[in-house]
């Protein structure tokens, strides 16, 4: 099982950024996929998640509006784009499956967990 996570960088206040995380190793459609991150000093914080094959998303209150999450069930790939970011968004950010259709963003409900991307939103 591999989740390989793409998309960071550095982006100024206002910019956008889309993230990817591509899925191997299993049936795509029958997990949900979930996005974290975590700053410096923080604690790792769920951000959006969307559920197996109807894709119904979910995401915390600081980036609702911002972020949107989606899932492409051809490419194995679940994406998430960025829209006016914010300093505070400055984190690595990573993907994590779990099979099933609950919509959590409590990372110990996941079960498989890619490497992180670092976004940096800076002047």
């Known amino acids: 099982v591999q989740l390989q996570a793409s998309g960071g960088g550095l982006v100024q206040p206002g910019g956008s950024l889309t993230l990817s995380c591509a899925v191997s190793?299993?049936?795509?459609?029958?997990?949900?996929i979930a996005w974290f991150r975590q700053a410096p000093g923080k604690e790792r914080e769920g951000v959006s998640c969307i559920t197996e094959s109807d894709g119904r998303p979910y995401s915390i209150d600081s980036v609702k509006g911002r972020f949107t999450i989606s899932r492409d069930n051809a490419k194995n790939t679940v994406y998430l784009q960025m829209n006016s970011l914010k300093p505070e968004d400055t984190a690595v950010y990573s993907c994590?499956?779990?099979?099933?259709?609950?919509?959590?963003?409590?990372?110990?409900?996941?079960?498989?967990w890619g490497q992180g991307t670092q976004v940096t939103v800076s002047s």
């Open positions: 190793g299993f049936t795509f459609d029958y997990y949900t």
């Open positions: 994590a499956s779990r099979r099933g259709s609950l919509r959590t963003l409590v990372a110990a409900h996941y079960d498989y």
